[in-house]
């Protein structure tokens, strides 16, 4: 089967297994990506995200499930479409030019020839921002440049499905926001709909619409990057994609006692009395000079990493009642290991319930308290 020039975009995977002899890397991967969106699969090395990448485009089969772009199914226990009549295009890391092919014979590499294909080929060099540097050749390049050639041929083929393989893995930290600045662009411009694999926590929740994080060869969650970072599925989620600061406290419907007081939650309908895992974010947490008697916890620093535009700014509580903490101070405020500060939290709040009494929660008190705030 092949898909017709006008069949609509977008993605399922419904209960994709595949295995390399006895190691299981995907384990029942269900993941659907929306028409025209700008999908991101995170995940850690060995999680089995390029595994994924690879099935979609064809050049591995799985060993169950199934894959359909638009309702017609690619893969499945009866059927296999093979690579080159998906109509995916694929941008694998290294960008993989010809080395003796111009830039325009790269991009061209996969028309045919026809009246009008130089000008299709100088078009998609414009949409990539390569206007004017199709007689060069990939040497002459710098790696942002490249990548752009290697989107281009991709796009050239007019997919339905544009896939990349963690392609801004080589290039540095500069280059490497404005060059998937320009990647999404020309993706969005050509309509298509785009999956990047990438380790990078940053790189996904800055350029993806939906986020699905791959863990153990499942989907543990698939949201929105506000969603993902604010409310993750577990401790260990919330951990992967960001500082987390995770203390333990008891629920009272839509607040919480903490060691840093009475907080918010996010989730308003707990019910009372409940042990939960709190989760803070560094951002959460305002630093300010210490004041006997004034709000927050009393702290003390145990170092700060200056970054330029921000710091983050490790802390202890005095009394020991709280984990560690890590605050995102923004601008030039410099703190001093040793500085007595006071912590507060802004905000609400991200919870998931603990076990009960005990069950492998040491910390907490056995019986809760009859209380509430105020």
């Not at 995916?88 to 045919?112: A, D, K």
């Not at 004017?132 to 440049?145: E, F, V």
């Not at 298509?192 to 929740?205: K, R």
């Not at 076990?355 to 008190?365: E, F, K, N, S, T």
Request: proline content about 7%; charged content about 20%; hydrophobic content about 45%.
């Amino acid at each position: 089967m092949t898909l017709e020039s006008g069949a609509p975009e977008g993605l399922t995977t419904s209960d994709l297994h595949k295995a390399f002899g006895d190691h299981a890397v995907l384990r029942g991967v269900d993941l659907t990506v929306p028409d025209g969106a700008f999908a991101a699969v995170l995940g850690a090395s060995g999680s089995g995200k390029t595994t994924l990448l690879r099935i979609l485009a064809g050049f591995e089969r799985p060993d169950r499930g199934v894959v359909a772009v638009g309702g017609v199914v690619l893969d499945d226990d009866h059927h296999h479409v093979r690579a080159e009549r998906r109509r995916i295009g694929y941008v694998p890391q290294e960008g993989s030019l010809f080395p003796h092919l111009t830039v325009e014979g790269n991009v061209g590499f996969g028309l045919r020839a026809r009246e009008g294909r130089e000008a299709e080929v100088a078009e998609l060099l414009e949409r990539v921002g390569l206007a004017g540097l199709g007689r060069r050749y990939p040497h002459q390049l710098s790696g942002g440049q490249q990548q752009r050639v290697a989107l281009a041929r991709a796009l050239a083929v007019r997919p339905h499905i544009v896939l990349l393989d963690e392609p801004f893995a080589s290039l540095d930290a500069g280059l490497r926001a404005t060059v998937r600045a320009d990647v999404r662009a020309a993706v969005r411009r050509s309509g298509a709909t785009a999956i990047l694999v990438t380790h990078d926590q940053d790189e996904a929740l800055s350029i993806a619409d939906p986020v699905a994080v791959i863990r153990d060869g499942v989907v543990a969650q698939a949201a929105s990057p506000r969603d993902l970072y604010e409310s993750p599925v577990d401790p260990d989620l919330a951990g992967f994609v960001g500082e987390a600061n995770l203390i333990e406290g008891t629920s009272y419907g839509s607040t919480a006692e903490t060691a840093l007081g009475w907080l918010q939650l996010r989730d308003d309908h707990r019910p009372a009395r409940q042990r939960i895992t709190v989760l803070i974010r560094p951002e959460q947490l305002r630093v300010a000079p210490f004041a006997e008697g004034g709000p927050g916890v009393a702290a003390r620093v145990v170092e700060a990493g200056f970054h330029g535009h921000d710091a983050l700014v490790h802390l202890v509580t005095e009394d020991a009642a709280a984990a560690p903490m890590v605050a995102r101070v923004v601008g030039g405020i410099w703190l001093e290991a040793g500085a007595r500060v006071t912590l507060k939290v802004v905000g609400p709040v991200h919870c998931w319930p603990r076990p009960p009494a005990g069950d492998a929660h040491p910390g907490l008190p056995a019986a809760v308290p009859e209380a509430g705030p105020g």
